[in-house]
Structures are given as C-alpha cells and as structure tokens.
C-alpha cells in the first residue's frame, strides 16, 4: 500500500431509494462504497452492467463513470470517502471499474460502526451527485473530520480499509483473465501518477523499461486500452477535475499543478477529455442549487 495513504469520509447513511435514484454519466472525484440491504437497481456505463442485490458490496472508484437507476425500491448502506496520498497516486488507479463482492456479517457491523462514529454525515438534503460533490459539501465533512476525536478518526480509516480490502486481489492487477498487466507497465502508470506536474515523455518512459519507445508503447497500449501519451492526458484531467471541485485554485494553477505547458493547452485537452471547457465544468459543479 502507498506509504501515507489515507481516507477522509465524506458521508455515511442509510437510506430507502426508489424510483427518483436515477442519475447518469456521474463521475466523481471521490470513492462511494453500497452495501444493499433488501431491494434491487444497477449500476451501468458503456462496458459494465451490475444489478444491485441483497447481500453484496458495490465499490464505485473514484473517477468512474456510473449510471445509477433503481426501478421501484432499494435499501442501501453507504458511505462516500476521499482517498489522499502524498504523490497523488491511488489505490485502484489500475481498475476504474464498478466492482462487486459479497458481503460478510462483518462488513454489516463495519457499516453499522462507521455511522455511529460519524453521526449526521447523510445526505438528507439530496441524493443528486450534482449537489452533494460541490466543494461546500466537501469543504463541511473536511471540517468534520477535523473535529472529530482522534480515536474515531483512527477507527474510521480502519473501518474503510476494512470494507476496501474485500476488493482486493490480484484481479485488480489484470486486464482481463489471462491477460496480466507486466510490472514494467505498472511501473510507468505509477510513474505517470506521481510525476503528473513533471514533463513526462514516452521516451522517458521506455528507457525506464529498458523498452524501445515504439514497442513499449504498443505495449502499453495492449495492457491499458491507451496510448501513453493519451493515458497521462487522462490522468492530469482526472487530477484537475478534482482540483476544480476540491479546490480554489485558478485553472493556470491548475494547469501548472498536473503538467500542462500553458492554460491553453489545459483548456483544449481537458474539452477533448470531458467535454466542457474548464469553466464550464467548474459552473455546473459548483453552482449554488
């Protein structure tokens, strides 16, 4: 695990859905973790569908693309938490993917423990991810956490790791059944994930292979679905929506912050990537509603 790791929650609750938790193309900055207690929904994007059932554990990583949709009724544990790291790293940064596992009695009295050591921290107000990512939300449960007894905040990252540890394994670590991701390519993600603010070259990245660049890239591209050049654009885009929604810096700062040679630049690749312009993003995430 990252040395200095560490969670910050955000919410826990839980809650009776229905019909109205129907909410799409929701990306986020931070992890949301369910643990269904009776009803059934799904979670979908263009290359997963997951129904949601009695008894199991969902894990949505951060930056995944999920639609959410219950058709008449769904009791769920939840909890949604930051993960922070010193290097910007991350613990699933090699499986942005929706994820399932069967839930033990155990991580029923984890979820039971974490809401009683953070009380109030539901989302009453609103379900929609639209509201409850803006960085007044977050700014809150930081300020929280803070007042919090440092015993609960101990037990609370506990509890997390906990209920995150039920994911682990070496599929994590796959791209597909029998297709095992080689440690020289790990090695270059979690060097493109900790060197975002650098220039970071594919040459750069092969002679750390002992690769030619031409083959490493065709491997890089076989092992993740994209080129290098495309992987660390999506990376420093990911980096700077969490910026955006985590933080008041300009979007130079930003650009400066995850390795863009000028706001231009950003400006262009973070459109490509998202869709939105900058601006347009920060508006339709941290709007007052």
Not at 74 to 90: A, K, R, V, W
Not at 132 to 143: A, C, G, I, Q
Request: charge should be positive; include cysteine.
């Amino acid at each position: 695990m990252t040395p200095g790791l560490t969670f910050s929650l955000l919410n826990a609750d839980k809650v009776n859905l229905n019909k109205s938790w129907n909410y799409k193309n929701v990306i986020s900055p931070f992890y949301r973790l369910y643990l269904i207690d009776s009803g059934t929904g799904v979670l979908s994007n263009p290359d997963q569908h997951l129904r949601l059932e009695k008894g199991f554990l969902y894990l949505i990583p951060s930056f995944t693309l999920v639609n959410q949709t219950c058709p008449s009724h769904l009791s769920q544990y939840y909890i949604h938490f930051i993960e922070d790291t010193p290097d910007g790293s991350s613990m699933f940064s090699h499986s942005r993917k929706l994820m399932k596992a069967a839930a033990t009695a155990a991580d029923l009295d984890c979820f039971r423990r974490l809401l009683w050591l953070n009380p109030g921290r539901d989302l009453r107000k609103s379900d929609n991810p639209q509201v409850y990512e803006k960085t007044s939300v977050l700014k809150s449960f930081r300020e929280i956490n803070a007042q919090l007894p440092l015993s609960a905040v101990i037990e609370t990252q506990g509890l997390i790791m906990v209920l995150l540890s039920r994911f682990l394994s070496n599929e994590l670590y796959h791209s597909g059944k029998d297709n095992p991701i080689p440690s020289t390519i790990l090695e270059s993600m979690n060097y493109i994930l900790t060197h975002l603010a650098s220039a970071i070259t594919v040459e750069e990245l092969a002679g750390h292979a002992n690769l030619s660049t031409d083959y490493f890239s065709k491997s890089f591209y076989r092992y993740t679905g994209l080129r290098p050049l495309q992987y660390i654009h999506h990376k420093r885009i990911e980096r700077a929506q969490f910026l955006i929604l985590t933080t008041h810096l300009s979007f130079a700062a930003i650009a400066t912050e995850t390795g863009f040679e000028s706001l231009s630049y950003f400006a262009r690749i973070f459109k490509v990537t998202t869709g939105q312009t900058p601006g347009s993003y920060r508006k339709a995430h941290l709007h007052v509603m």
